[in-house]
């Protein structure tokens, strides 16, 4: 039994580790690539969202190993006098929630906010889909695997997420640059609010988070006091007081 719990413990630390290496370079990708890369936007998006399914992914595993409490500071006996406790259930872990826990969590969250609307659907089998209306600022379809945020897009609000034949398009990118920085900037937002733990919470803390962008025109940013700083508003909001800044305002 305490090789097993030895073993478990390496594998957390190994996860952990790796964990930690694919944070480093998401948050170096942050830093470095959407200032320095000019006109490859796609490419860049697209290795982030690799990095943060990857980090996603690797703090499920870790947390799954030590969430099942194996390792104990004293030994428990059997034995006369000794009786087996039964080991209690795990609960759910973020990317395995039931869809009816799901749809019980987002029509309660629909009700939070009167300035935001959220409708739930299941286009693509047991994922929910999230049609997101901010006001009348934006549109954002969010992509969940349990309760795990897989995929954020954000659109104008005169734009809608439906292809010709009227179904969800998952993928489409709104045709507006401050929608697609906000799109990278929410994506690269959903790491810092992500906890496996308490994944309910962590939905509900960035839809509160997300719930600040319907100031995006006109709120000025809070380090410069400026509306515009290079033909954009201040297209990022703080992730612990959702203060209105601009990129370059961040550094």
Known sequence: MADNDAEKLNQAIKLTQKLRSNVTKVFT????GFHNTQGNEKKLLGELQKYLLAVHKLA??????LSQNAL???QQFTGPGHSVKRQRRL???????PASSVDSLINMLDRYWPDMSITISRP???CAVLQITLAKTLRALVVLRGLLIEY??????NEDFLSEDGKIEIWSKSRYQVFQKVSDLVTAGTLH????QIP???LRSFLLWFNSYKTLFSAPCQKCGKHLQGSLPPVWRDTRSAAPQHEGCRQ
């Open 124 to 126: 693509m089998g047991n």
């Open 60 to 65: 499920d595993y870790a947390s799954l190993i």
């Open 29 to 32: 990708d942050l830093s470095d």
């Open 200 to 202: 309910d919470t962590s």
């Open 193 to 196: 609010f992500y906890h496996p």
């Open 91 to 97: 609960p759910p872990i973020a990317h395995n929630y």
């Open 152 to 157: 954020v897009t954000v659109k104008a609000y």
């Open 72 to 74: 104990k500071r004293t």
